[in-house]
């Protein structure tokens, strides 16, 4: 009988567990892997704020799965992930119920509003390419308005939440209305209001002094204004926004950045969470109480050896997950010793469109091109396929230097 592994999403995580199956076939013909994803391609989540300013394309971005999945024996189906029962080994989806002797989970995360209908109607996350390519197609609008009317077309364009995606979000959008004006950073303010807003009196809350003090310079530069103890409330029709602090903004564009939470599908779940309602998992990966049930990436809450909080959720780590996830579900076949999920962390940048980025690398605090220069290189090696990677290249060069 082969062992069955059910691989519950194809992003960050579940793609390169699935790698990594492929790796250690050779040495196990009798795993079956299955691959389900509501999505056909892998999509490169570091360089979606490019798709904003155009930098970057969408199709250059996206991976497909099924060619790699059929070129290496794994079967991979397109559907939606409705819920799974873990203690009967089975997993409905809308392409009917799955069964499987192991399960990793690696759904991801979905935006956070924190309940908000109103907000949530009106207002996209930066968290799949159909919101990427939309947030371009409104801040063209603004654009477009601002051409027929000589003076602000639309009002305000707010980034509501102040962390990474926020900053890069913003970053983006204002390079972009540059580019299309030619209105200086310095007098963005003349054509729109490009604010972040952020709930909390710091933005990038769980970065150091340093790295906040020259975010907020750096974004300052590009024409953004950061407001804190601010967050957008309700829309009350399609245009104005009403702000926390009792303002009404006409003319809005809101895009909603405040925060991620992982889906309908794990939050059913009836295990522990942790915080943030990620699961709460073993040194292993494997969720607690349940022997053949691993998760990895975003959903993951781990705690790896020596750490008080869950990981940070990051490229890196989702990377190295999966492939641990993959790893012990062949030791455990295999009766062998599990081995510890201990990520090295290398650090983090967050790259701004104009040409600069602030970030932390091998500990020493960084801003500048150096950094900027850094995202780009491991973008390029981190991203899938040959074509993807020198389509990357050829955008990135001609933004530079075309
Ligand atoms: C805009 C943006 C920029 C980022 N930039 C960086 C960066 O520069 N550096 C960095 O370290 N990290 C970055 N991150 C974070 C990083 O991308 C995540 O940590 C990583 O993608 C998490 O991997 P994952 O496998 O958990 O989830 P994902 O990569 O999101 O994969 C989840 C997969 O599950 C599928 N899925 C979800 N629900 C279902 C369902 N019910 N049924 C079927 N399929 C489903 C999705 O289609 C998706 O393919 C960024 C994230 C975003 C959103």
Redesign the pocket.
Known sequence: MPNRVLV???????FSAVQEFVRSKGKNPDLKITL????RG??F??L??DLISGRIWPENITYPLQPYCRKHGVEYIH???KAVFPSQNRVETTAGPLEADYIIL????ETNYFGNENIKSHAPG??SLHEGTLIRHQAKEVVANRKKTGDKGLGHIILVGGGY?GF?AASHLAHFLRACTGVPYSQLHTLVDLWIVEKGDKVLGNTSPGVQHWAEHLIGSYGVEVKTNLTAVSFEDDHNVRMSDGSLLHDAMVIWTAGVAP?P?CAALDVPKVHGNRLEVDTYLRVHGIPNLFAA???AGAMPPGHQLPLR????F?LAG?RCAAGNVVRTIENRELRIYNPFDVG??IPLAPGHAIGVILGLEMHGRIPFFL?YAMSVLRSYGWKNKIQILKDLFKEQFG
């Open positions: 519950l999403g194809g992003g960050v995580s579940g389900v994803d509501r999505h892998n999509l989540w570091p979606l704020p559907a939606e992930v690696c759904l991801g995360c930066l968290k995606t890069e889906g599908v990436g975003d959903l959720m990051a490229f890196q989702s999966g983090y940048v995202h």
